[in-house]
């Protein structure tokens, strides 16, 4: 009867190869279990900054810089526990990526594609069932679906951008203002004539809280002419003091800004720089 009981109990306990405890799993493979694909996946749910690969091994991965470090370094962690808040009803929030974690990591990137796919931004042979990887494929479902809403194409599926694809439908794509409605270069001569206008710097606190942190990363490089893989990013509000239209990285800086200003984002900025 006891090696009846320690044979059961070592079926259904083995190693957490991510903290080295032994906790209690069901009998299951679970495909979320390497740091480098957690990793992927924080950062394709927005948890995680992410950082450009150079060379990216599209085959497996969305091209984001990869490593299979442990995940006990502070942005991680936080990453984690910002994941287990939004789930805390299931897990608990310790930073942990135990298996309870990743079960949920799996379940969250497995109805991300069910959602890709019923709105037509991937198929059945772009996306199998049962491979919940953040890869190329879920990375080009979720461009395709941020382009289709006028969203900034940066592959990352926000949880509010998972919620709208929960809808039964989608909306077409917003119409974008038209140019002479938002002209970053003329409102930078603007601000520079007058750059304690509270109005003025709401408005720019505000893009900067709501720009990507991948845009402004490229927005600092072209600013400073360089090509840093995580910059000190610059404040906008810098960018509009001492923005120099003689100055070719200025000026490349601040025509991608704009590009990269979604509809919705130049609505909320128009309003509070026009505010009285």
């Known amino acids: 009867m006891l090696d009846l009981f320690i044979s059961t109990y070592v079926l259904f306990v083995k190693q957490d190869t991510l903290n080295g405890s032994l906790v209690a799993k069901e009998p299951k493979s679970m495909a979320v279990s390497s740091p480098e694909v957690i990793r992927h996946i924080l950062i394709g749910l927005g948890y995680l900054a992410p950082e450009i690969d150079p060379k990216p091994d599209l ?24 994941f287990q808040k939004q789930y805390s009803q299931k897990l608990t929030v310790n930073g942990n990526a135990d298996s309870e974690t990743r079960t949920v990591m799996e379940d969250t990137v497995k109805g991300l594609q069910n959602r890709l796919k019923f709105h037509g931004f991937a198929t059945n042979a772009e996306i199998p069932k049962d491979l919940p990887f953040y890869g190329p494929a879920t990375y080009t479902a979720v461009k395709r679906f941020q382009k289709s809403q006028g969203l900034t194409e940066n592959g990352i599926a926000t949880i509010e951008q998972r919620q709208i694809l929960q809808q039964s439908s989608l ?8 140019q002479s409605q938002l002209k970053l270069i003329d409102l930078c001569f603007q601000f520079q004539k007058n750059p304690q206008n509270p109005s003025y710097i709401a408005a720019l606190n505000n893009l900067q809280q709501n720009i990507p942190k991948d845009v402004l990363h490229k927005v600092t490089n ?3 002419g360089t ?3 995580n910059p000190e990013i610059v404040k906008l509000t810098n960018v509009f003091t001492y923005y120099d239209d003689n100055n070719q ?7 991608y800004l704009q590009s990269q200003i979604t509809p919705v984002i130049s609505q909320a900025f128009l309003s509070l720089w026009n505010k009285k």
């Open 59 to 82: 085959t497996k991965f969305a091209p984001w810089k990869r490593n299979n470090n442990s995940l006990t370094d502070d942005p991680t962690e936080e990453a984690i526990k910002k």
């Open 171 to 178: 909306t077409d794509k917003p119409q974008p203002q038209p």
């Open 222 to 224: 072209k600013w400073r």
């Open 227 to 229: 090509n840093d893989q």
């Open 249 to 255: 990285n200025h000026r490349d800086a601040l025509t």
